[in-house]
């Protein structure tokens, strides 16, 4: 993309006012779900956790992207601007298999919104610019470039994600990443544990593909096909007597599921959606991803050697809300149990927030 006729700092002001901060609080729980008490000696009430992510306004009557690990099971929401000024939120759509969130401000008036661009002319190379709240520290640019794209992040994660050298820390996640033009291309997502420099964002066009459906119906509907499964490894073609490494490994099929139904068994690998190569996990990931319910899908596999071919009709795919208090491992809600959205558990997922805990009763106590 060429360099924009404004001057950077010129740019940066142009584009800080659609970047906001997110504050929530949670209640903190025990491993086994118990509330946590306040004091060693007795049952108190519960404590609480506060955290602090990003997020752009992306609609005049205040609506607000942010990931949905930033925001996850929190029992309250405040919004502030980059006038300071703050608001209540409340969040009116989530997708925690691509990990989005759309909240809504309330009382806010007619905002400023970001100007949406698209990531797919996005090159290595490509200057860009990250602003959001690292570590709780207030509003902060970092400037870097695109190191690559379509990074996978884990076996059945989204395999498109934008690699960057733009700093991002804890706090900016939720984030806009901009290009040189000013528009968000991705969403500030995730770090690369132990490396410096490498940080991933959310491909605005991932976004954009599900926005309308989440603005109406607060959810994403996707096709269910009852399976967990993995990455074929080299040693694993030879012992399943594949000519190479290809395809998707079934590790497990749900009881009662469309993929029970068809006949799937563990140890069988589909090497093909519709007529679409499966190489990798994530590529059916992929198509899982994109399906709807209903869809009936003609699916190649391999068992024994030999190609097998059948056609599955998807159910929805229904994600669980996380219970109070409690996170999975990687700060996404947790999935259905037997199949996680993208048919297998994404992992590196960057923790949204500088996180405190606070007492009810402490003078810091409903205030973000």
């Known amino acids: 993309?060429?360099?924009?006729?404004?001057?950077?700092?010129?740019?940066?002001?142009?584009?800080?006012?659609?970047?906001?901060?997110?504050?929530?609080?949670?209640?903190?729980?025990?491993?086994?779900?118990?509330?946590?008490?306040?004091?060693?000696f007795g049952r108190g009430p519960p404590r609480v956790e506060r955290a602090i992510g990003s997020g752009f306004v992306i609609a005049a009557e205040g609506l607000v992207l942010t990931s949905e690990h930033v925001v996850g099971d929190a029992f309250g929401i405040e919004v502030q601007l980059s006038d300071e000024r703050a608001f209540e939120a409340t969040v009116v759509g989530r997708d925690p298999a691509l990990d989005v969130a759309l909240l809504k401000l309330r009382g806010a008036g007619s905002l400023r919104a970001a100007s949406l661009g698209s990531s797919a002319p996005i090159r290595p190379g490509d200057d860009v610019l990250v602003i959001g709240n690292p570590f709780g520290l207030g509003p902060t640019v970092t400037r870097g470039i695109i190191s690559a794209t379509s990074r996978p992040m884990g076996a059945g994660s989204l395999d498109g994600y934008l690699q960057t050298d733009a700093a991002i820390n804890p706090g900016n996640s939720g984030g806009p990443l901009f290009n040189a033009a000013g528009q968000v291309i991705g969403i500030a997502t995730a770090?690369?544990?132990?490396?410096?420099?490498?940080?991933?964002?959310?491909?605005?066009?991932?976004?954009?593909e599900i926005l309308p459906e989440l603005r109406e119906t607060g959810r994403?509907?996707?096709?269910?096909?009852?399976?967990?499964?993995?990455?074929?490894?080299?040693?694993?073609?030879?012992?399943?007597?594949?000519?190479r490494r290809m395809g998707a490994l079934i590790t497990e099929v749900e009881p009662e599921s469309p993929g029970s139904r068809l006949g799937f068994r563990p140890g069988d690998v589909i090497?093909?959606?519709?007529?679409?190569?499966?190489?990798?996990?994530?590529?059916?990931?992929?198509?899982?991803?994109?399906?709807?319910?209903?869809?009936?899908?003609?699916?190649?596999?391999?068992?024994?050697?030999?190609?097998?071919?059948?056609?599955?009709?998807?159910?929805?795919?229904?994600?669980?809300?996380?219970?109070?208090?409690?996170r999975a491992p990687d700060g996404r809600a947790p999935t259905d149990a037997g199949e996680p959205p993208f048919g297998v558990l994404a992992s590196d997922a960057l923790e949204g927030a500088l996180v405190e805990s606070i007492s009810p009763q402490s003078p810091a106590a409903g205030h973000l």
């Open 1 to 40: 993309l060429p360099l924009p006729a404004l001057p950077l700092p010129a740019l940066i002001e142009q584009v800080r006012p659609v970047v906001v901060t997110v504050a929530t609080l949670r209640a903190i729980s025990l491993p086994d779900g118990r509330a946590a008490p306040t004091s060693p």
């Open 191 to 208: 770090i690369h544990e132990g490396g410096r420099g490498i940080s991933f964002a959310l491909p605005i066009d991932e976004v954009l």
């Open 220 to 243: 994403v509907d996707r096709g269910r096909l009852g399976i967990s499964f993995q990455e074929v490894t080299s040693q694993l073609a030879r012992a399943l007597r594949l000519p």
């Open 271 to 326: 090497t093909s959606v519709e007529g679409r190569r499966v190489d990798h996990a994530r590529e059916l990931a992929r198509e899982l991803r994109r399906s709807k319910p209903g869809d009936e899908v003609k699916i190649t596999y391999k068992r024994g050697g030999a190609d097998r071919r059948a056609t599955v009709k998807l159910e929805r795919s229904a994600l669980r809300d996380p219970p109070p208090g409690r």
